[in-house]
């Protein structure tokens, strides 16, 4: 079983949806949790982190539930600017710090 | 927010030539970088970790002969791609960890060796 699983998509949807996004962790010492996003052939780039009271950012909202193991992320009104892979990623422990990346659900929003 | 830089960008050698890809943390000192290998539609994989003053630490069927790093500084981790083979051919990103902030990582932009 992968440390960290999503559904790899595509996810197809227009300008203006909502969106979610899942993701299930194996670990249950992990620590941190974060959601990443990377454009094609770049960097991935912090998009936020995951907090257990759930956090929002503008159009983005994250929730972790620790005891199911399973973290999402909500993204409204998807904008063309929105289309990336969204990478769920955790830190399993709280001393290696080296992340441990699910391997992404690409969005792609049509206009 | 911090800066990472990795160079070369993209390079491109032929089999059984050694590479070596560069990693600094411009702004901010890291004790601790990562390097990890992205090939074409899977996840980012930590290759190891890379400790300033230290002997890097490899994650599991990971060759530390084949794919050496040196971080001889705080600001600075090298990654060797040694007699390199086309299946060595992939996305590698290193990131940093800010002394100052425990949870923070950033990613260099990446490199895209490909071994002809």
């Known amino acids: 079983r992968k440390e960290v699983e999503q559904d790899p998509g595509p996810f197809n949807v227009p300008e203006g949806a909502t969106v979610a996004f899942n993701c299930t962790y194996s670990n249950s010492a992990s620590q941190s949790f974060f959601w990443y996003r990377q454009d094609c052939r770049k960097e991935p780039k912090l998009l936020m982190s995951v907090y257990s009271s759930g956090n929002e950012d503008g159009r983005f909202t994250a929730q972790l539930n620790r005891a199911s193991q399973y973290i999402s992320l909500l993204i409204r009104d998807s904008k063309l600017s929105d289309s990336a892979t969204y990478l769920c990623v955790v830190t399993p422990d709280t001393g290696r710090r080296a992340l441990t990346f699910g391997s992404g659900t690409r969005l792609q929003v049509q206009p | 927010g911090a800066v990472v830089s990795q160079h070369p960008s993209r390079v491109i050698c032929k089999s059984g030539t050694s590479v070596k890809i560069e990693c600094r943390s411009l702004d901010f000192q890291a004790t601790t970088m990562f390097w990890y290998r992205q090939f074409p539609k899977k996840s980012l994989m930590l290759m190891a970790t890379s400790n300033e003053g230290s002997k890097a630490t490899y994650e599991q069927g990971v060759e530390k002969d084949k794919f050496l790093i040196n971080h001889a500084s705080l600001t600075l981790s090298t990654l060797t791609v040694t007699s390199a083979h086309p299946e060595d051919s992939s996305f590698y990103i290193c990131?940093?960890?800010?002394?100052?902030?425990?949870?923070?990582?950033?990613f260099g932009p990446g490199t895209r060796l490909t071994v002809l």
């Open positions: 990131s940093a960890r800010d002394n100052t902030f425990s949870n923070e990582q950033f």
